[in-house]
C-alpha cells in the first residue's frame, strides 16, 4: 500500500469520480460517494495538506463515531459514512478503479462461458437502470444454478428445472424476492425464444401468484406536517431551502431523489407548471405548481439561494455551493424537522407521498387520477393507499348478526 506521503490531493476527487464511472456506480451514488470525498479533500486543504493524512481521515472517522455514540447519528447513516469513508481511502491508497467493490449485485458469482455469453446479451437490452442490476442478479442466480446441476448451456433445460430452481428460491428468499425473480426469469425466457434458444417463453408457468406481504403505512397526521413546518426558520437562508423541500414533498408528493435533482428550468412561471422526468420510473410527469409552493420556491431562489452557475434548484448552505448530494440528504433535512418538532424519528420522507396519495382517495378522487398526479406508472402503486382510507373502509365493513359461535362455550 502506498504510503500518505505519496498521495496528493491535487486531481485526486477527479479520478475518484473517473473509477466510479468506470465501475458502473450510477448517477445518484456517485454524487452521494463525491460528496463524502469532498468533504476529506477540504478537511486537508483547510489544514494546508497537500497530501493525504491518515492521522487527519482517523481523527474524522473519530468525530463520526462520537456522533453515532452520544446518539446525534442513526446507526445507518453511521455505516454509511463509514463505508464512504472506507472506500474513498482505499481508491486513494491503490489508486486503481478495481479498488473499489464492485456495485452489481452478484459480481461475485461465476458463470460457464455459454450462460456468461447469454447473460450479457440479454442483459444489454433496453432496461431501467434502477432494475437492470436486479435482473443480472436473478439471471446470474439462475445460471449459475444451472451450472451447478451440471448444465454447461441451455439445451436440456425446460419447466422441471425452472420449477426446481424457483422451490429453491422460496427456501432462501422472501415471497417479494422470489416474486422478482420470477418476473426477470419471464423476461429471460421471452428473449430466449425470441432468438429461438428455447422452444417456449413458458409464458403459463410464470404467470403464477406470489402472495407478497403488504404494509400498510399509515398516513402522517395533519397536525404532526404543521409542527414540522412551524419548527422551519424561514427567515435564514437554509430554513427558506428547507421550507421549499418540505412543501414539494407535502403538497406534491415528489418523491426525495426527485426534489434533489430538480432544475430551475423545471419551472415553467408562465404556465404555473413543474415539469420533471422521475428518476425511478422515467417517466415524465407534469404537476400545478400552486401557490404556496410557487411562493416557497421563489423566496429561496430569489433571496437565499447562494450565487451558482449550477443548474439544480437545491444547493448547499455552506461553501462551496453545490447541490444536494442524492435523496439522502433530503431525508436528512425531513428528520431534522421531525427532531424539531419532538416527533417519532422512525418515518420517512416517501410518507407525505403516501399521505398525499391517502388524502386524495379519501376525498373521492379515483384510484387512476391518483396514480396521475403521482405518477405511477400503473394503479398497483396506488392502490395501497385505499388500505389507508380508513373512512371508506368503515363503510365496506359488515355485521357479525346471525354468526353463531361454534367449538367454544360462550362465556
Not at 434533489?260 to 404555473?272: E, P, S, Y
Not at 417519532?344 to 420522507?349: I, L, P, Q, S
Amino acid at each position: 500500500m502506498a504510503t500518505e506521503q505519496s498521495i496528493p490531493i491535487d486531481g485526486l476527487l477527479e479520478n475518484y469520480e473517473k473509477a466510479l464511472t468506470e465501475m458502473g456506480y450510477s448517477v445518484t451514488t456517485k454524487l452521494l460517494f463525491m460528496r463524502r470525498a469532498d468533504l476529506i479533500i477540504r478537511r486537508h486543504m483547510d489544514a494546508g495538506l497537500d497530501c493525504i493524512s491518515l492521522e487527519l481521515i482517523a481523527g474524522y472517522v473519530k468525530e463520526i463515531d462520537d456522533r453515532y455514540f452520544n446518539g446525534s447519528m442513526q446507526k445507518r447513516h453511521h455505516t454509511r459514512t463509514r463505508r464512504e469513508i472506507d472506500r474513498f481511502v482505499r481508491y486513494a491508497s491503490l489508486g486503481r478503479a478495481d479498488a473499489l467493490p464492485s456495485p452489481l449485485r452478484g459480481a461475485r458469482i461465476s458463470l460457464k462461458p455459454e450462460f456468461e455469453r447469454i447473460a450479457g446479451e440479454f442483459l444489454a437490452g433496453d432496461f431501467h437502470p434502477n432494475t437492470r442490476c436486479d435482473i443480472r442478479w436473478a439471471v446470474y442466480r439462475y445460471f449459475a444454478w444451472l451450472g451447478e446441476q451440471g448444465y454447461e448451456c441451455i439445451d436440456g433445460v425446460g419447466p422441471v428445472q425452472i420449477q426446481n430452481f424457483l422451490l429453491a428460491c422460496s427456501q432462501q428468499y422472501s415471497p417479494s424476492g422470489v416474486h422478482n425473480i420470477r418476473l426477470y426469469l419471464k423476461k429471460l425466457y421471452a428473449y430466449l425464444h425470441t432468438l429461438g434458444l428455447s422452444d417456449s417463453d413458458y409464458h403459463e408457468l410464470f404467470s403464477f401468484t406470489v402472495n407478497r406481504e403488504r404494509k400498510v403505512f399509515p398516513p402522517i397526521p395533519k397536525s404532526d406536517i404543521a409542527k414540522m413546518l412551524d419548527a422551519v426558520d424561514r427567515t435564514s437562508p437554509e430554513g427558506c431551502r428547507d421550507y421549499a423541500v418540505l412543501l414539494l414533498g407535502i403538497v406534491l408528493g415528489l418523491r426525495a431523489c426527485d426534489i434533489a435533482a430538480m432544475k430551475l428550468t423545471d419551472i415553467d412561471w408562465r404556465q404555473g407548471t413543474i415539469k420533471i422526468i422521475q428518476s425511478k420510473t422515467s417517466n415524465p410527469v407534469i404537476l400545478p405548481l400552486t401557490q404556496h409552493v410557487g411562493e416557497a420556491l421563489q423566496d429561496y431562489i430569489l433571496h437565499a439561494r447562494p450565487e451558482s452557475e449550477e443548474n439544480r434548484i437545491f444547493l448547499r448552505v455552506r461553501p462551496p455551493h453545490t447541490a444536494l448530494a442524492a435523496a439522502v440528504t433530503v431525508g436528512e433535512i425531513y428528520q431534522k424537522y421531525r427532531n424539531a418538532a419532538g416527533l417519532e424519528a422512525d418515518k420517512r420522507f416517501h410518507n407525505f407521498r403516501r399521505c398525499l396519495g391517502t388524502s386524495m382517495v379519501s376525498n373521492n378522487v379515483s384510484v387512476y387520477d391518483t396514480a396521475q398526479v403521482l405518477g405511477d406508472r400503473n394503479v398497483e402503486s396506488t392502490k395501497p393507499y385505499l388500505s389507508a382510507d380508513m373512512e371508506h373502509l368503515k363503510m365496506c365493513s359488515l355485521p357479525f348478526d346471525g354468526i353463531m359461535m361454534q367449538g367454544g362455550e360462550r362465556t
